[in-house]
């Protein structure tokens, strides 16, 4: 014993040392406890990672107040050492306290969470993680058409908040509205194929119209918007080819894809089934006049 006390004596700072890498140690150790503990006991999943995430925030908070505590020697000096500090760091971990802001503000502000269909710089994908540094997602888009995964998991910090939009498919109203054109023969009979549409339209997407309109209201009565019709919609263009059917109609964040198909699909169905009063039209060329060729034999 009386040769540990001298050598504390003897080498002050490195003791020192040791001690706060022992605290923060013990720290660290109690916090991962905790999450497993609340991993093990908790069966709610939203619960558990909101819990999880919790025990990780005031963990780390504590971690910095008995850092500056103990290099200062008096709590009562925490503020002075935390202007200090700042001033000293904040240029080289600039983007790693954005980073931390921007998590604090993601939480508190409910920009998005784990469960919601973000776009963040330039990055589209189902958010599956947020933690105090970054936000991870599982992809949609790139290389695969319409919304389907990737298959890549993305890393993106947390400061991206804070330096552009971002793009939420799911807060508050789980809906968009899409659109896709239909080419009509000239000739066909117009207002059957326009029944056609609409008819199959409603028919098909009556669940997306009734669980949208209470939605909708809840937004208009929340921000500063008009209120939008969300039944489906069919607009005519008459192009130099063809009549131009325009059908826009609200749908779920997480089917457009397949509600798309299936729409196309019953449409496809139902004006081959007329036969011929209405007809899908297709690009044509029409060759006025065939150049003449000059062939020179003799040489």
Same mark, same amino acid.
């Given at each position: 014993?009386?040769?540990?006390?001298?050598?504390?004596?003897?080498?002050?700072?490195?003791?020192?040392?040791?001690?706060?890498?022992?605290?923060?140690?013990?720290? &660290?150790?109690?916090?991962?406890? &905790?999450?497993?503990?609340?991993?093990?006991?908790?069966?709610?999943?939203?619960?558990?990672?909101?819990?999880?995430?919790?025990?990780?925030?005031?963990? !780390?908070? =504590? &971690?910095?107040?008995?850092?500056?505590?103990?290099?200062?020697?008096?709590?009562? #000096?925490?503020?002075?050492?935390?202007?200090?500090?700042?001033?000293? %760091? @904040?240029?080289?971990?600039?983007?790693?306290?954005?980073?931390?802001?921007?998590?604090? !503000?993601?939480?508190?502000?409910?920009?998005?969470?784990?469960?919601?269909?973000? +776009?963040?710089?330039?990055?589209?994908?189902?958010?599956? #993680?947020?933690?105090?540094?970054?936000?991870?997602?599982?992809?949609?888009?790139?290389?695969?058409?319409?919304?389907? !995964?990737?298959g890549r998991i993305v890393k993106l910090s947390n400061a991206f908040v804070f330096k552009g939009p971002i793009y939420n498919y799911s807060q508050d109203?789980p809906f968009i509205w899409d659109e896709f054109n239909l080419p009509i023969k000239y000739g066909s009979d117009i207002e059957l194929a326009k029944s056609?549409? %609409?008819?199959?339209?409603?028919?098909?997407?009556?669940?997306?119209?009734?669980?949208?309109?209470?939605?909708?209201? +809840?937004?208009?009565?929340? !921000?500063?918007?008009?209120? @939008?019709?969300?039944?489906?919609? &069919?607009?005519?263009? =008459?192009? #130099? *080819?063809?009549?131009?059917?325009?059908?826009?109609?609200?749908?779920?964040?997480?089917?457009?894809? %397949?509600?798309?198909?299936? =729409? *196309? #699909?019953?449409?496809?169905? @139902?004006? +081959?089934?007329?036969?011929?009063?209405?007809?899908? @039209?297709?690009?044509?060329?029409?060759?006025?006049?065939?150049? +003449?060729?000059?062939?020179?034999?003799?040489?």
């Amino acid at each position: 014993m009386n040769h540990i006390n001298n050598w504390i004596l003897e080498n002050p700072t490195l003791y020192s040392i040791i001690k706060y890498a022992m605290i923060v140690v013990f720290v &660290l150790l109690v916090i991962q406890l &905790l999450r497993r503990f609340l991993k093990k006991n908790i069966s709610n999943s939203s619960a558990r990672y909101k819990s999880q995430k919790g025990i990780e925030f005031i963990g !780390y908070v =504590l &971690l910095v107040i008995l850092s500056f505590s103990y290099f200062t020697g008096n709590i009562k #000096d925490f503020t002075l050492a935390i202007g200090l500090f700042s001033a000293g %760091i @904040a240029f080289t971990l600039q983007e790693l306290i954005l980073s931390i802001a921007g998590s604090i !503000y993601i939480f508190v502000v409910k920009v998005y969470k784990p469960g919601d269909r973000i +776009e963040i710089n330039g990055i589209k994908g189902d958010v599956i #993680d947020v933690d105090s540094i970054y936000t991870t997602m599982m992809e949609i888009g790139q290389w695969v058409s319409s919304d389907n !995964y990737s298959g890549r998991i993305v890393k993106l910090s947390n400061a991206f908040v804070f330096k552009g939009p971002i793009y939420n498919y799911s807060q508050d109203f789980p809906f968009i509205w899409d659109e896709f054109n239909l080419p009509i023969k000239y000739g066909s009979d117009i207002e059957l194929a326009k029944s056609i549409v %609409i008819e199959i339209a409603s028919k098909s997407l009556s669940d997306f119209t009734a669980n949208s309109k209470a939605q909708w209201k +809840e937004i208009v009565n929340k !921000y500063y918007v008009e209120d @939008a019709q969300v039944e489906p919609t &069919l607009a005519i263009t =008459l192009t #130099d *080819n063809w009549v131009q059917f325009n059908l826009r109609y609200i749908v779920n964040y997480k089917k457009r894809r %397949i509600t798309k198909h299936e =729409l *196309n #699909d019953s449409i496809r169905k @139902a004006i +081959e089934s007329t036969n011929g009063k209405v007809t899908l @039209a297709s690009t044509t060329i029409e060759l006025v006049k065939i150049p +003449e060729i000059k062939v020179d034999v003799t040489k």
